[in-house]
């Protein structure tokens, strides 16, 4: 049912992917972002693709009907539950076109660095109102649930190159009606960010390993805050893709990348820091007593930690794709210093969201 040399819409993206056949019998799809390879059995593409705009490789399986597709995907080449979702449709009416409108400014719970990159470069070329809707969206979002604090910082990273790219006449569109950071200060309470930076004012052990009197994990934190065990977690990472139960991993994921965020900003306001133990900060998820344990009865538990470690130097206005990424950032268990001395050239601390 899959229909070759035909542009398919992704849904919730501002593209298209078409499908061509290859040597003996393969299929390619190509998008903005890169490619896919895989061979078809019936209406089901087993494939693998290689995002070049991240430099991510990962697993795909799609299966097509009569207006589109289904896809689910996960980075990397191992065996492991697929939990990525990448739709398509055929459909080009205008109903469509304001279904896209809807979900570009739609905010959920799945919403993570790709997405929001995806739904704001979408936007530059719509409405201004529609801006302005996805912000009041975001923050309605990011007050309801508050463990997503982190994805404020990952939009002004976002909107920042944008603005760049606009000025440098690379991008087409408006970032009026994006909200800058005074606005978002306007809009909404900073005393919710107070609250969430209470991890690392009230909670001095998140430095926990300048003090041999008194040592606890990040892991073990998050948990008790959640009300979660370690089982809880395990259950819920290996659950289906947007399951119920799958919920309980979620927030434990963003709460995560939250107070990695805040308690380093916290950090820097106050000085009460030095590069070591900010470099102990970040890596500590993928150092936690726990991993061998989670490791053992999941698949790419630790990709998901790094990938959660890599969205907070992004917010910290880290360059993923840089050249000199992986040679600075890449060794975890040896860079703790270049990793706080180049947080802190770059002045991302500078958060008026947060009360120093």
């Known amino acids: 049912?899959?229909?070759?040399?035909?542009?398919?819409?992704?849904?919730?993206?501002?593209?298209?992917?078409?499908?061509?056949?290859?040597?003996?019998?393969?299929?390619?799809?190509?998008?903005?972002?890169?490619?896919?390879?895989?061979?078809?059995?019936?209406?089901l593409?087993?494939?693998?693709?290689?995002?070049?705009?991240?430099?991510?490789?990962?697993?795909?399986?799609?299966?097509?009907?009569?207006?589109?597709?289904?896809?689910?995907w996960k980075k990397g080449l191992e065996p492991g539950?697929?939990?990525?979702?990448?739709?398509?449709?055929?459909?080009?009416?205008?109903?469509?076109?304001?279904?896209?409108?809807?979900s570009e400014i739609k905010i959920?719970?799945?919403?993570?660095?790709?997405?929001?990159?995806?739904?704001?470069?979408?936007?530059?070329?719509?409405?201004?109102?529609?801006?302005?809707?996805?912000?009041?969206?975001?923050i309605h979002f990011v007050r309801e649930n508050q463990e997503y604090l982190w994805l404020l910082p990952a939009y002004f990273q976002e909107l920042n190159?944008?603005?760049?790219?606009i000025d440098d006449g690379e991008l087409d569109g408006s970032i009026s009606g994006f909200f800058n950071k005074s606005e978002f200060v306007d809009e909404m309470s900073t005393k919710i960010f107070s609250k969430q930076c209470m991890y690392y004012d009230s909670r001095g052990n998140l430095f926990a390993w300048n003090d041999?009197?008194?040592?606890?994990?990040?892991?073990?934190?998050?948990?008790?805050?959640?009300?979660?065990?370690?089982?809880?977690?395990?259950?819920?990472?290996?659950?289906?893709?947007?399951?119920?139960?799958?919920?309980?991993?979620?927030?434990?994921i963003n709460m995560l990348r939250t107070v990695l965020y805040g308690s380093i900003v916290r950090a820097f306001y106050t000085e009460e820091y030095d590069n070591e133990s900010i470099g102990y900060l970040i890596t500590s998820p993928i150092d936690d007593e726990n991993m061998s344990d989670i490791e053992s009865k999941t698949s790419g538990f630790g990709d998901g930690l790094?990938?959660?470690?890599?969205?907070?130097?992004?917010?910290?206005?880290?360059?993923?794709?840089?050249?000199?990424?992986?040679?600075?950032?890449?060794?975890y268990s040896k860079n703790y210093e270049k990793m706080a001395e180049t947080i802190s050239l770059?002045?991302?601390?500078?958060?008026?969201?947060?009360e120093n």
């Not at 190159?161 to 790219?165: A, H, R, T, V």
Request: hydrophobic share 30%; proline share 1%; glycine share 6%.
């Open 45 to 72: 593409l087993n494939a693998t693709f290689h995002n070049s705009k991240v430099n991510a490789i990962g697993l795909m399986e799609i299966t097509f009907n009569e207006i589109g597709f289904t896809g689910k």
């Open 108 to 138: 959920d719970c799945y919403t993570g660095v790709d997405e929001l990159s995806k739904k704001m470069n979408s936007l530059v070329i719509q409405s201004k109102e529609n801006r302005e809707e996805f912000c009041k969206e975001l």
């Open 212 to 252: 041999e009197d008194e040592t606890i994990s990040l892991f073990s934190l998050l948990l008790e805050d959640l009300n979660l065990t370690i089982e809880d977690l395990i259950i819920s990472y290996n659950s289906e893709y947007r399951s119920k139960e799958q919920t309980n991993y979620l927030k434990f």
């Open 1 to 43: 049912m899959i229909k070759l040399d035909t542009p398919y819409n992704i849904v919730n993206e501002n593209d298209t992917v078409t499908f061509v056949e290859g040597k003996k019998g393969s299929i390619t799809g190509t998008y903005s972002d890169g490619t896919l390879t895989g061979t078809l059995n019936g209406n």
């Open 306 to 331: 790094y990938w959660a470690i890599e969205d907070v130097l992004y917010c910290l206005n880290i360059d993923l794709n840089d050249e000199e990424y992986d040679e600075d950032w890449g060794n």
């Open 346 to 354: 770059q002045e991302s601390y500078d958060n008026p969201l947060i």
């Open 81 to 102: 539950p697929m939990r990525g979702k990448w739709d398509g449709n055929l459909n080009n009416d205008s109903d469509h076109l304001e279904g896209n409108i809807q």
């Open 161 to 165: 190159s944008l603005e760049m790219l």
